[in-house]
């Protein structure tokens, strides 16, 4: 056990720090306020993108079979944890979740075709899993692939499509063999939003943000856009889930709400510092983020040690996702019924609305990603080894 | 950064874990709850096998090693129940080693590494609301503690006291002339003494260095035992509710079950890494008050909350006096009171809310 950085990762957070100095500059912070929901990255943030390929430390801490320098993990905390604290977004969303999906289950000739633009981020990815029927029951997708010549022929329809709109390409399930068991008849393709036959439909969500519904009708691709063996989707799903449970246990932005909630009370609400009631609540919060920073470094600590972590994942999901909410709703009801106000009520919103926007927004993490409920059965079958009934 | 068991760390607890299954069974701690008293022969061995000498300087004829190292020891000791003064022992021992009086840290480091020295803190915060805190003139201490762990059981006491006003750490002799102790009885069954000292001879162990990490050292070292007791809770209760069989299947197979022991293994492994961070950070030499009372304040929570819930799941069985489970819950919730309670620490880091630092 240890629980301090060795020197050599001191060294390298320095290092990522003076480079956010660099590079975080006012024409990105303003770049990144109006890029609204665009799949597709600006000037700045290309720039900043390119000096990360130039410093080799996008993929520094992957497998070398996987073009990877094969570092320690915990520089890639390290960096991780630097740009969170500005706030400044790295990374290509889904690509670095479906990119290692390609490069492991793919042909030689899909990697060379695929992985390049997902990592310049010319090719940018939505995910078509959810339909109208399959939700947490995945495995029950219908959306159908069907061989014809060398091609395949695709019908169907997904749901909560987000990026579908401004996405390159979809990750796709799709139901090829619709006799065998649901698990053993799904194949994964990847398609180019373009192609004839995909229409996509607005939902907008209470949260404010967008996501849709993607129509399949008659969508021919040729046979290399399916990735992996056929019918071996299932697996190549369950692999890239694992990299989305992590990807959406990073709670980083809560602690930055934590410390915006306290400057906010100290400068415009001091006299709530003189209730001892709220001081206890505010340890509370902060209790509740420490933890959150104990499940990521003991996630962390183990993939950085070579294994997997199964419950542990789960654990920092279900906590992240449900402070998410806790967070945002106790902050509001510390600060009473302006704790109601919106961006929009111009200058007088604490935090410029950002609690209520946190509040309305976080359901999601909740139900998606692996519903909590769902979380809590990997928990107690693959971690503690519970009986299924 | 590494919240994994080194492989000392992982050789320790297996071996302990062997010895404790074949030697110490739980009826032997039945029979110290009867007959009052620590487990001297668990002592000896323990003091044989080196354990006890593992976070002591080499110079002083100890091991040398992390302070964790005697953490995952005294986290398995916890998990037996062992009714020994392990932690009061060696967080005494410690302060006086690196915070002390360096002619007494030999005698006293070799001493209890020996097993012949066991040592019983008597803190400030165990003193009766109307009691007389210790004082000491010319080498003679007087005044009360309550609340003092083994303090009938331990060769020595490190009672914190005032001499000119000054506070500092005193060790006296518990067998000495002018020392008395009464046994109090708690929901724990372990020992616990009200000490009375009249003109006790006391020598100087330690000023305010020693007494600020003995507090530490003590708040941190207890969180590891709220934090065993919730894991043994919690391993037998996965494993009852694995066989334990009702409508036909293993109630572990309800979902309702699961998602309650998902809940605890949660809880617990929140805790964990605090109070394993928090006890680093008191060997580094960096703990904060702040920091050790936040984490004192998860581990007994979760030493409270999963200990109680494992019942509730067990249903009559873990209510009896025959099985095993209510020692930790009755030792879960009484640690989880010593060296500062949830509502203590909370307050603690509530009054130093102005130390919290933004994330940068």
Known sequence: ?389 | MDTTLSETQRLLRESLRDYLGNEVPFDRIRELEREGGADQALWEYLAGAGFLALPFAEAHGGEGGELTDTAVVLEELTRRACVIPFLETTASALAIERHGEEALADEVVRGVISGAITIAPALQSATPANGASPRVVDGALSGERRFVDYGAEVTHHLVEATEDGEPALYLVDAAGEGVATESLSTIARTPLAHCSYDGAPARRAGGAEALQFLGGAGRALCAVQCLGNAQQALDMTVEYVGMRVQFGRPIGSFQAVQHHCANMATQTLSARFLTYRAVWCVDQGIATDREIAKAKALASRAGTEVTMQAHILFGGIGYTEEYDLHFFSRHGKERALAWGSTEECLRVAAETLDEVQPWQ
Not at chain 1, 79 to 103: C, D, L, N, Q, W
Not at chain 1, 202 to 226: W, Y
């Open chain 1, 1 to 389: 056990m240890e629980f301090g950085w060795n020197e050599e990762l001191e060294a390298f957070r320095e290092e990522v720090r003076a480079f956010l100095q660099e590079f975080d500059t006012p024409a990105l912070r303003t770049e990144l306020a109006n890029r609204g929901e665009a799949a597709q990255l600006g000037p700045e943030q290309t720039r900043l993108r390119e000096a990360l390929e130039d410093r080799g430390w996008v993929r520094m801490c992957w497998p070398e079979e996987l073009g990877g320098e094969g570092k320690s993990q915990w520089f890639q905390f390290v960096m991780t944890e630097e740009f969170a604290k500005r706030e400044v977004p790295y990374g290509s969303g889904f690509g670095t979740m479906v990119g290692p999906a390609i490069h492991r289950f793919g042909t030689e000739a899909q990697r060379e075709k695929y992985l390049p633009g997902i990592w310049a981020n010319d090719i940018t990815l939505c995910l078509g899993y959810s339909e109208p029927n399959a939700g947490t029951d995945l495995a029950a997708l219908e959306t159908l692939a069907v061989k014809d010549g060398d091609d395949w022929l695709i019908n169907g329809q997904k749901l909560w499509t987000s990026a579908a709109d401004t996405a390159s390409h979809v990750w796709l399930a799709c139901r090829t063999d619709p006799d065998a068991p649901k698990h053993r008849g799904i194949s994964t393709f990847i398609v180019p939003m373009d192609t004839p036959g995909i229409s996509v439909r607005p939902i907008m969500t209470m949260s404010g943000g967008r996501t849709n519904e993607v129509f399949f009708e008659d969508v021919r691709v040729p046979s290399d856009a399916l990735i992996g063996e056929v019918n071996q989707g299932w697996y190549i799903i369950a692999n890239a889930l694992d990299h989305e449970r992590v990807w959406i246990g990073a709670g980083g932005g809560l602690r930055h709400i934590f410390d915006r909630l306290m400057a906010h009370i100290r400068e415009k609400r001091p006299e709530l510092l003189e209730d001892d009631v709220v001081r206890r609540r505010l340890v509370e919060l902060e209790l509740d983020l420490d933890v959150m920073e104990g499940l990521v470094l003991t996630n962390a600590s183990i993939v950085a040690s070579g294994d997997t972590p199964t419950m542990e994942a789960s654990m920092s999901k279900i906590w992240t996702s449900e402070l998410r909410y806790h967070i945002s709703n106790v902050a509001m009801d510390l600060l009473g019924h302006e704790g109601a106000l919106t961006e929009e009520a111009d200058g007088f919103a604490p935090l410029g609305g950002e609690l209520e926007r946190t509040y309305r927004a976080s359901p999601i993490q909740r139900f998606g990603g692996g519903a909590n409920e769902v979380q809590r059965d990997i928990i107690a079958r693959r971690g503690l080894g519970l009986p299924r009934h």
